[in-house]
């Protein structure tokens, strides 16, 4: 599975000196929480924070989830057909939630209770862009704030107005959408003493 760096900075007005140790701390762990309950595997996570900037550094993070096996034990064999072979209704229900059209596509397996139907599947995991957002969407409104701001018309809510967002997988631009904006390869440097934008 390909692996690449992930890039994310999320740019505000000036945050609280005191909390941005705390913002920084909090937003890692978040972070690899969420990656790990996705099961994205990846290598180091780092963060970083300035005045005007929150960020992270996640190494060798994978492209997408492994597939999973997925077993669903149905109605007892008994239990499933009528008298004429056909499905009960037991069977039909589970076939629906199973999205199985014909009862030929389930297996069968001998338990100490008798022999079970049993529906068998490899799901393809997820790929990072369709999962990415709502895992740092989560990861920023989890962050330990005490007073949260509102700005423009808008009822997005942060600890401070955000000003830009850069979400970068290796060289590419993660086309996701955070507190308002727009993720994009453009980072902004110091107010007043640089003129550029990286």
């Known amino acids: 599975m390909p692996t690449n760096t992930l890039l994310l900075e ?3 007005e000036e945050l609280p000196p005191k909390s941005l140790n705390n913002l920084r701390e909090a937003l890692q762990q978040n972070i690899e929480a969420g990656l790990n ?3 994205l595997s990846h290598g180091q996570v780092e963060s970083f924070a300035t005045p005007r900037r929150l960020g992270i550094l996640v ?4 492209d997408r989830q492994p597939d ?6 149905g109605p007892a064999v008994k239990s499933a057909f009528d008298d004429d072979g056909e499905p009960t209704k037991a069977l ?3 076939m629906r939630g199973c999205d199985v059209a014909d009862p030929s596509q389930l297996d069968t397996i001998t338990t100490n209770k008798g022999d079970y139907l049993v529906y068998r599947a490899t799901k393809s995991g997820l790929d990072l862009p369709s999962l990415l ?4 969407g989560s990861a920023l ?4 704030v005490d007073r949260r701001m509102r700005w423009g018309k808008s009822r997005l809510e942060f600890v401070r107005p955000v000003q830009w967002l850069v979400c970068l997988y290796g060289s590419s631009v993660i086309p996701i959408q955070l507190l308002g904006k727009e993720a994009s390869n453009t980072s902004s440097g110091h107010r007043f003493m640089s003129g550029w934008s990286v």
């Open 37 to 39: 309950q996705a099961e």
């Open 10 to 12: 999320v740019g505000t």
């Open 141 to 144: 409104t989890a962050l330990p």
């Open 59 to 62: 190494h060798d993070l994978a």
């Open 92 to 94: 039909a229900g589970f």
């Open 68 to 73: 999973q096996n997925v077993e669903k034990r």
């Open 133 to 136: 957002e709502g895992l740092l």
